[in-house]
């Protein structure tokens, strides 16, 4: 007979790392943690001394879980999408390392720009890539879950990989460069400085704003001209711009009446800010804290850039 104590300790030290893997997979954390109840429920029904390596079942429970997920969303799109997804991926948005909550966050996050690219992947090739090349997964645990070879596996994780390294999905690691760039980018578009705005972004600047399902698939900008003209237009003396940490990189957190209405991600490369993502769903952005931390003065400005359709 298990003991569901020892059972109900030993799931709990594998619950982030599957709740991580749950949202690299899924770039929902919600559908993440549905996935990692799922796992729990059936370990309820699996005689849990049987099982010589938990942590690994586990991982295969939540990557199923997900793998279905995934081809639903796959059957749901009626033709593929090039850098726009249905939705944007939630983002973890953290004001401060320094407790342990934010730090928890901050260790769950992941590029949004490289969340956005493992959406534009197959459910196959997604999962093959987040386990083996994000989490070590062996290639011959990863093949039983797909279904396939781990010869076939392999090739799945090496067309992902590709694509991957096709995108710019990383801002670049100088934290401090990156906070100078996205303040700059504020401070042009308050001054509506059309110049210094080019300035601030890479030529071919990517910003995609989701407002949610009511507002239909994610708003997409291209280009320098398009996207500074836009965050022109958007200056709104009444929004508050306030520094975060989203998914780890330099972003904001946009309030307006002490009400949270768009979370900001960018992804700045050489200097020059490559993507932008803005999220204004209000049901998702609920949990985001509209009040600051203890300490941390505002932040005044108005908003470069809304999300959904203006």
């Not at 699996?46 to 879980?65: E, I, K």
């Not at 929004?239 to 009446?257: E, M, Q, S, Y």
Request: aromatic share 4%.
């Amino acid at each position: 007979m298990q003991d569901d104590d020892v059972i109900t300790r030993r799931f709990e030290e594998h619950r982030s790392e599957l709740r991580s893997v749950a949202y690299r997979m899924l770039g929902s954390a919600t559908e993440a943690d549905d996935a990692v109840q799922e796992a729990w429920l059936r370990l309820q029904r699996t005689d849990a001394t049987d099982l010589d390596n938990l942590g690994a079942w586990l991982t295969t429970v939540v990557s199923r879980v997900c793998l279905n997920v995934l081809r639903a969303r796959a059957v749901r799109r009626a033709e593929p999408l090039d850098d726009v997804v249905e939705r944007l991926p939630d983002m973890v948005v953290s004001f401060d390392v320094d407790g342990p909550a934010d730090a928890a966050a901050l260790a769950d996050s992941v590029g949004l720009a490289l969340l956005v690219v493992l959406d534009s992947l197959t459910p196959a090739e997604r999962l093959a890539f987040v386990l083996h090349d994000m989490f070590g997964v062996p290639f011959d645990e990863i093949a039983p879950v797909l279904e396939r070879s781990e010869a076939a596996t392999r090739q799945l994780a090496s067309r992902a990989r590709r694509r991957v390294r096709g995108a710019p999905v990383t801002s670049d690691r100088d934290l401090g460069r990156q906070r100078e760039v996205v303040d700059a980018f504020f401070a042009a578009a308050r001054d509506g400085d059309f110049d210094r705005l080019v300035g601030v972004l890479h030529p071919d600047v990517v910003v995609r704003a989701d407002a949610g399902p009511r507002a239909g698939l994610p708003v997409v900008v291209r280009g320098a001209a398009g996207v500074a003209a836009r965050a022109s237009s958007f200056a709104d003396p009444a929004r508050v711009v306030v520094p975060a940490l989203v998914n780890g990189d330099a972003g904001v957190v946009i309030t307006k009446a002490d009400r949270v209405v768009t979370v900001m991600a960018f992804t700045v490369v050489d200097g020059r800010i490559v993507e932008i993502d803005s999220l204004a769903d209000p049901e998702r952005l609920a949990s985001v804290p509209a009040a600051l931390p203890t300490g941390r003065p505002d932040t005044a400005g108005p908003t470069g850039l809304a999300g959904g359709r203006g």
